[in-house]
C-alpha cells in the first residue's frame, strides 16, 4: 500500500469515526431498547432520533428537531442515560409456584 492509499484510507476512517460518534455510537444489540443519536440536519440544525428506525425523537409530545448541537447533545445524552438506568432497574421475577400433579399421577 503507497503512501497516498494509506493517508486517504485514514482519512475514510476518520470521517466514518466522526460520522458514528455524531450519531451516538454504537447501538445496542438488543433491538428493544431504545437508543438515541443526534444528526445534523441539511439547515444545519440538530435533530436527536431512535437509531434503528431513524425516527425523530420525542419527549413530550414534541419532535426534537430544530435544536442547537448543545441541546442535541445534551438530549440524546439524556435520553440514552434514562433508558440505561432503566435497564438497570431490577426486574421482578414471576414466583415459582410448582405445578399440582394431575389427579392420578404420581
Known amino acids: 500500500m503507497n ?34 443519536g443526534r444528526r445534523v440536519e441539511a439547515d444545519r440544525s440538530w435533530t436527536v432520533y431512535h437509531v434503528f428506525s431513524g425516527i425523530p425523537a420525542h419527549e413530550d409530545g414534541v419532535a426534537m428537531t430544530g435544536l442547537s448541537r448543545s441541546d442535541a447533545t445534551r438530549s440524546m445524552l439524556s435520553l440514552n442515560l434514562r433508558n440505561a438506568e432503566c435497564r438497570k ?5 414471576p ?12
Open 3 to 36: 503512501a497516498r492509499n494509506s493517508e486517504t484510507d485514514r482519512q475514510r476512517n476518520a470521517a466514518a469515526l466522526g460520522i458514528w460518534e455524531n450519531e451516538g455510537g454504537a447501538p445496542g444489540r438488543d433491538f428493544t431498547n431504545r437508543q438515541y
Open 89 to 93: 432497574a431490577p426486574i421482578a421475577a
Open 95 to 106: 414466583p415459582i409456584v410448582p405445578h399440582e400433579r394431575a389427579a392420578g399421577q404420581l
